[in-house]
C-alpha cells in the first residue's frame, strides 16, 4: 500500500536561500493540498490542485511561494528567498474527487530557516 | 474568510473518563472531516459527516453535525491511552475543494 509520501523529510536551510519539496499522491488521486502546521496549530491551507490544475491560493501565501504539479501527478513547492517564519511543517494531502471529502496527509517536511 | 474554532485546547482526563471537543464554523458547511494527529506524526483521517443532525459512531467514538451544519463534536467514551493525540475537525465548503482547519484539541490521558 504506497500512501502519500514526501520528500525530504527534513531541510535544515540558511536564509535566503531557496528550497524546493516533493509530494508524491495516491497514485488514483487526482486532488493534491499543500499545507503548513506550525506548533500548537492545526494545518493551514497553501494551495490545491485537481490534475494539473491549480484551483486555489492562499492569500495569505506570499510571491515567493509557488507550486506545480506538471503531470497531474507529483507536486512539487518551492521557496524562494527563505525567512525564519517560513520555518514549519509542511503538508501535502491527497484525495479522489468524488470520493469524499476525505484527505490522505503525507509525512511532511519539517523545515528549519536558520 | 471561513473561521474553524475548536474547543477545548487542551484537555487532561483520567483514563476510563470521558472526552469531548466541539467544533464551531462561522459559515455553514457542506460537510465536515474529523482527523487525529498523533505527537510525532501527520493528520489521520477519522470521518467525515454531512447530513444536517447526522451522528456516526466509530466503536467508543461518536460524531455529530449540528441541525445548522455550523457545529460539530468528537465524544469519546471511556477513553484510553492510546486515544492521546490532537483532535482537528476540518469543514468544507461545496464551492471549494479545500477545508479548513481548526486548531485542534490536545488529549492526554492519564494511566
Given at each position: 500500500d504506497t500512501g502519500v509520501s514526501q520528500d525530504p523529510r527534513h531541510k535544515i536551510t540558511k536564509r535566503g536561500q531557496n528550497v524546493t519539496f516533493r509530494c508524491d499522491p495516491i497514485s488514483e488521486h487526482n486532488r493534491l493540498y499543500w499545507y503548513r502546521q506550525t506548533l500548537g496549530q492545526g494545518p493551514e491551507f497553501l494551495t490545491y490542485f485537481q490534475n494539473e490544475a491549480q484551483l486555489e491560493k492562499s492569500r495569505?501565501?506570499?510571491?515567493?511561494f509557488s507550486a506545480e504539479r506538471p503531470k497531474g501527478s507529483f507536486s512539487t513547492l518551492e521557496i524562494q528567498r527563505t525567512e525564519q517564519g517560513d520555518s514549519a511543517m509542511y503538508l501535502c494531502a491527497s484525495s479522489l474527487?468524488?470520493?469524499?471529502?476525505e484527505q490522505y496527509f503525507g509525512p511532511g517536511t519539517r523545515l528549519t530557516v536558520t | 474568510g471561513q473561521q474553524v474554532m475548536q474547543i477545548p485546547q487542551y484537555q487532561h482526563v483520567q483514563e476510563g473518563e470521558d472526552f469531548t471537543t466541539y467544533c464551531n464554523s462561522s459559515t455553514t458547511l457542506s460537510n465536515i472531516q474529523w482527523y487525529k494527529q498523533r505527537p510525532g506524526g501527520h493528520p489521520v483521517f477519522l470521518i467525515q459527516l454531512v447530513k444536517s443532525g447526522e451522528v456516526k459512531k466509530q466503536k467508543r467514538l461518536t460524531f455529530q453535525f449540528g441541525e445548522a451544519k455550523k457545529n460539530s463534536s468528537l465524544h469519546i467514551t471511556a477513553?484510553?491511552?492510546?486515544?492521546v493525540g490532537t483532535y482537528f475537525c476540518a469543514g468544507g465548503n461545496t464551492n471549494a475543494g479545500k477545508s479548513t482547519f481548526g486548531d485542534g484539541t490536545t488529549l492526554t490521558v492519564k494511566p
Open positions: 495569505l501565501l506570499s510571491d515567493r474527487l468524488g470520493g469524499g471529502y | 477513553t484510553q491511552t492510546t486515544d
